[in-house]
Every structure is written in structure tokens, then in C-alpha cells.
């Protein structure tokens, strides 16, 4: 099964980005997404990019502070998210091919936000 | 606001029948798929597509869809089942995804 393998825990003040990366143990040819969960929160999908197009689509509420990548020669998709604020304090997930055939999910990466 | 809806919690005795729905306009297009969540752990997919059940998942696991709601159905209710189920799909447009805010399932 592929592996998922995510960046590590990270805490940043307010105002600040951070940026996870999901390093995958074949060639990217799904769709990879991105989900975050808050303490007590439930999940919340944040955005996706077609390996192919390298075009990403974002989630309305995130559309003016996330960006979605990836690197072809080293097989990672990279999430980067800016404006941070403590409401942001959450567990990141990569996942490919989210909800379909080749569903499969990285551990999680814990953010935190504080001053 | 979540475009698609769960009932925020319930509950089963253990080795009896739940069902957990979830509505939403763009399933009638749009199949669901259905997460397991327990605390400290990464979603598990238990079905998608038209009823389509992973490698690996108890067949107690059944889904199905009906107009504008899906549901996941557990038969035979076991403990290690008792966690949060939520379900996901694309919204209206098509070009995002979107999940429910999740059922707690508990098994008594």
C-alpha cells in the first residue's frame, strides 16, 4: 500500500504560515487532498490538486489563505497556510484519492497556534 | 455550513443494528463516502461509491442511497465500531468536496 509520510509538528504564533508537506512512496497520479481537524471539531476538507493539471481547488472558506503544490521529482504535495490564528490549531491530513478506490491517509500533522 | 447533514450522535446495543444518514442535495448526483474516526487516529474509509466496501472492512458495514440521503448501516454492532462516522462527497458545483459534521456512534 502506498505510503503517506507528513512533515512534523509545528507551532506558530498568529499572524504567521506554515507549510506541511505529504511525501508520498510512488508518483502522484490521484488527486491529493487536504483535511484538517480542530480539537473538538469535526473534519473539514480544505483543498485538493490534480497532479496532472497541477491545478488546485480550495474550499470557499480557506480560497484566500491556502495554497496546494506539488513536487513531481520528489513525490510531495505541500499545503501551505497563511493569516495563521489560533482557530487554526488543528490536525492536518493528507489523503489520496480521497473517498474513492485509492483512498489512503498520511498520520496527521499537529498545528498549533499561539502566542 | 456543512452542505451535508448528520445527526450529531446515537447510540446502539452491542451486537444490534444503526444506521447513520446523511442528506444533502448533491447526493442525488454525487455518492457518498463514509469515515470512521476514533481519537488519535487517521479516517478510515468503510464504503464508497455505489455500496462499495474496502478491503479489510467487516461486511456488518452496508451503505446505501436514496434521493437526496445516504446512510451507513453497522449490523451487528461491535464495540471496537463506537467513534465518530462522517460522510463526504462533492458539493452542489461539483468542483469541491465537502463532509457532514460527523454522527458519534456509541455502542452500549
Known amino acids: 500500500q502506498v505510503q503517506l509520510l507528513q512533515s512534523g509538528a509545528e507551532v506558530k504564533k498568529p499572524g504567521a504560515s506554515v507549510k506541511v508537506s505529504c511525501k508520498t512512496s510512488?508518483?502522484?497520479?490521484?488527486?491529493m487532498h487536504w483535511v484538517r481537524q480542530a480539537p473538538g471539531q469535526g473534519l473539514e476538507w480544505m483543498g485538493n490538486i490534480n497532479p496532472t493539471s497541477g491545478s488546485a481547488t480550495y474550499a470557499h472558506i480557506f480560497q484566500d489563505r491556502v495554497t496546494v503544490t506539488t513536487d513531481s521529482s520528489s513525490n510531495t504535495v505541500f499545503m501551505e497556510l497563511r493569516g495563521l490564528r489560533s482557530e487554526d490549531t488543528a490536525v492536518y491530513y493528507c489523503a489520496r484519492d480521497l473517498g474513492a478506490t485509492r483512498d489512503n491517509w498520511g498520520p496527521g500533522t499537529l498545528v498549533i497556534v499561539s502566542s | 455550513s456543512s452542505e451535508l447533514t448528520q445527526d450529531p450522535a446515537v447510540s446502539v446495543a452491542l451486537g444490534q443494528t444503526v444506521r447513520v444518514t446523511c442528506q444533502g442535495d448533491?447526493?442525488?448526483?454525487?455518492?457518498a463516502s463514509w469515515f470512521q474516526k476514533k481519537p488519535g487516529q487517521a479516517p478510515v474509509l468503510v464504503m464508497y461509491?455505489?455500496?462499495v466496501r474496502p478491503s479489510g472492512i467487516p461486511d456488518r458495514f452496508s451503505g446505501s442511497t436514496s434521493g437526496t440521503t445516504s446512510s451507513l448501516t453497522i449490523t451487528g454492532a461491535q464495540a471496537e465500531d463506537e467513534a465518530d462516522y462522517y460522510c463526504?462527497?462533492?458539493?452542489?458545483?461539483?468542483?469541491?468536496?465537502?463532509f457532514g459534521a460527523g454522527t458519534k456512534v456509541t455502542v452500549l
Open positions: 448533491s447526493l442525488r448526483v454525487y455518492y
Open positions: 461509491g455505489k455500496n
Open positions: 510512488e508518483h502522484i497520479k490521484f488527486y
Open positions: 463526504n462527497s462533492r458539493d452542489s458545483s461539483g468542483d469541491r468536496w465537502v
